[in-house]
């Protein structure tokens, strides 16, 4: 056997870390090739199922990037492939249920074989239709093979109010009507979405939004495997295996499920926002683009306040509160220190406790408050926003003696901040602490680093102090002055 020979995936071998394609497909192009190399052919399902335990019994993450469902929504997720079910994800919006569903791609094959210029990427050992049942009885062992990697296996449908039959399952093409072929010719079957994932996944977000008449063309495919397009039955063997996901039937008013198509999905997991704060962390960070050093604190206040927002009666839950909203303001906060070190001449870019209220002037239109809410929002922003640095302050900061800087403070020294004040500046507002173990108490607890860095520690550490009413805070346009 060649090199090229031993590289061919036999369905059995662990699909690696994710979509994007790594080594150079299998150098084998015909029929006869594939056959002399041992490759065997296993129904999607079972490819999906056996790198799946392949990857468990290894010790491998088969869900890498996933935060926070590893003791609910993955069980229920492994359990649903390895039974072989198609599968619709329940749950308010951003809760990763886009991502969970990108990431079941990465348990198939990277790399599987295919009748070279098939419509729908039919495997050498089974062809489907008409056209390449005929090209494999003609060329036999000549039919030339082609390689798909597993990115192009995994498609995806945002469903929408206008999505048609045709889209998704197919149409009469009236160019190959009109080239001479009968309507009764299957060849002149132009094929929708689900029929072209053959052999892969395909994923349909927001399935509510789906008009029903076109769910109704879903139950086929499901259930019989096979299509009906304008009266023409085509038998097709369809391997393809459907994954959807959906907000719950109380929060949307555009849409449902209908129940017969319902009933076809083989499981139906509900998902969650993280419940563990360490989890909505690394969402944040993960996720996060950010241009600028965003403290570890300030990500946990972040996250501190976005958990808020869901346990708040001031927030309507129906709608939920998406990770996208931390995230967003993990970027925003980071923007706003890369502008002020832009403008002011900053070697470093370090986000500080003051830029977190640029992140609430720009994400109150994210949320959806109660009806009896109306014209509160910025407060109840704020007063969340001052509990989760509370909390932060605490469990960072808990048991310090502050009692050096209030005394300070009180004897009239004061310290001020800002969105355009340096680091440097903040710094140099700060003889008080001089070298003091008060100081360096801070900035280990926050394990700070650079002046962007204890500037961010030293203000979280004010700002603990004014919430906890140690000191006074006034706030005048760009500046803030603690005393």
């Known amino acids: 056997m060649t090199p090229a020979e031993q590289s061919i995936p036999t369905g059995n071998g662990a699909p690696g870390r994710g979509l994007g394609a790594g080594a150079t497909a299998p150098g084998i192009s015909t029929l006869g090739q594939l056959k002399t190399s041992g490759h065997v052919y296993k129904p999607l399902r079972t490819e999906v199922r056996d790198n799946l335990l392949a990857m468990l019994r290894a010790g491998e993450d088969p869900w890498p990037g996933v935060h926070g469902f590893e003791r609910t929504v993955i069980p229920q997720l492994e359990r649903a492939?390895?039974?072989?079910?198609?599968?619709?994800?329940?749950?308010?919006?951003?809760?990763?249920?886009?991502?969970?569903?990108?990431?079941?791609?990465?348990?198939?094959?990277?790399?599987?074989?295919?009748?070279?210029?098939?419509?729908?990427?039919?495997?050498p050992y089974q062809a489907i239709t008409h056209a390449s049942i005929r090209r494999a009885a003609e060329l036999g062992d000549e039919l030339p093979v082609a390689w798909r990697h597993r990115s192009e296996r995994y498609v995806e449908k945002l469903a929408t109010p206008d999505t048609s039959v045709a889209d998704l399952i197919g149409d009469v093409d009236p160019m190959k009507v009109a080239e001479g072929r009968s309507l009764g010719d299957p060849e002149?079957?132009?094929?929708?979405?689900?029929?072209?994932?053959?052999?892969?996944?395909?994923?349909?977000?927001?399935?509510?939004?789906?008009?029903?008449?076109?769910?109704?063309s879903m139950l086929n495919v499901m259930e019989e495997r096979d299509i009906q397009i304008r009266g023409y039955v085509l038998r097709l063997?369809?391997?393809?295996?459907?994954?959807?996901?959906?907000?719950?039937?109380?929060?949307?008013?555009?849409?449902?499920?209908?129940?017969?198509?319902?009933?076809?999905?083989?499981?139906?997991?509900?998902?969650?926002?993280?419940?563990?704060?360490?989890?909505?962390?690394?969402?944040?960070?993960?996720?996060?683009?950010?241009?600028?050093?965003?403290?570890?604190?300030?990500?946990?206040?972040?996250?501190?306040?976005?958990?808020?927002?869901?346990?708040?009666?001031s927030v309507d839950q129906r709608s939920g509160v998406s990770a996208r909203f931390a995230i967003a303001g993990a970027e925003t906060i980071a923007a706003s220190a890369l502008h002020r070190a832009t403008s002011r001449g900053e070697r470093e870019a370090v986000a500080r406790t003051v830029d977190l209220t640029t992140a609430v002037d720009v994400l109150g239109g994210k949320i959806e408050f109660e009806t009896g809410e109306q014209g509160r929002e910025s407060e109840v922003l704020t007063h969340l926003l001052r509990t989760a640095t509370a909390d932060a302050v605490r469990a960072h900061l808990g048991g310090i003696d502050f009692g050096p800087l209030v005394n300070a403070i009180d004897d009239g020294a004061m310290v001020a901040t800002g969105e355009r004040v340096t680091a440097a500046e903040f710094l140099a507002g700060l003889p008080m602490l001089g070298e003091s173990p008060l100081y360096d108490e801070i900035v280990e607890r926050l394990d700070a680093r650079s002046d962007g860095e204890r500037a961010a520690a030293l203000e979280l550490a004010l700002e603990g102090l004014y919430l906890a009413r140690k000191v006074g805070k006034d706030t005048d346009g760009d500046e803030t002055v603690y005393g």
């Open 81 to 123: 492939l390895i039974a072989g079910h198609d599968i619709v994800l329940l749950g308010e919006r951003g809760q990763g249920k886009t991502r969970v569903l990108r990431t079941i791609g990465g348990l198939l094959d990277e790399w599987t074989p295919v009748i070279e210029g098939s419509e729908l990427g039919e495997h």
């Open 188 to 216: 002149t079957i132009h094929f929708g979405l689900i029929p072209r994932s053959h052999r892969g996944i395909v994923a349909i977000n927001e399935l509510p939004d789906l008009a029903e008449r076109i769910q109704v």
């Open 237 to 313: 063997p369809l391997d393809v295996l459907v994954v959807a996901s959906a907000n719950p039937e109380d929060y949307t008013n555009r849409g449902r499920i209908i129940t017969p198509l319902k009933d076809r999905f083989g499981a139906e997991i509900r998902t969650h926002y993280p419940r563990q704060l360490d989890a909505e962390i690394a969402v944040i960070r993960q996720e996060a683009e950010l241009v600028a050093d965003v403290p570890d604190h300030l990500i946990e206040i972040l996250a501190r306040f976005t958990r808020n927002l869901r346990e708040s009666s």
